[in-house]
């Protein structure tokens, strides 16, 4: 139950963070047979597929490094079915971001990585 409520608290302040550097929050945990997608938001006109990560303690390795290629891959795949099931949104530009949490003594950290990676897409 720890596990569940860290990852809920490290979502909501992910969501928060970015509405606060004025993303707006389209979807969260979009679930399909595939996977989830744990954020998708409008960054201006970018539509931005979001990637939350987070470790609660900084001796559980770094949180990017779990974004790993099999991971873009999947990111990537889970986007494209997102502009299929949203006709309305396919011609938007789109990126990956990247938020990164870590809570250690007690203090949250985040980082916000715009752009985070560059698939090629299908």
């Known amino acids: 139950m720890e596990k569940h409520r860290f990852g ?5 302040l ?5 509405q606060q550097k004025g ?3 389209l979807e969260r945990n979009w679930r399909i047979s595939c996977g989830e ?9 970018i539509l931005v597929f979001c990637e939350i990560k987070a470790r609660a303690s900084v001796w559980g390795g770094e949180p990017g490094e779990a974004i790993d290629g099999r991971k873009q891959n999947r990111l990537l795949k889970l986007a494209t079915a997102y502009l299929r099931a949203h006709p309305h949104l396919s011609g938007s530009v789109c990126r990956f971001d990247a938020v990164l949490i870590w809570r250690a003594w007690g203090q949250w950290r985040i980082e916000v990585i715009a752009d985070a990676f560059r698939p090629g897409w299908e």
């Open 8 to 12: 809920h608290q490290a979502e909501e």
């Open 14 to 18: 992910a969501a928060h963070t970015l």
């Open 23 to 25: 993303y707006h929050i």
């Open 37 to 45: 997608l744990d954020l998708v938001a409008k960054d201006g006109e």
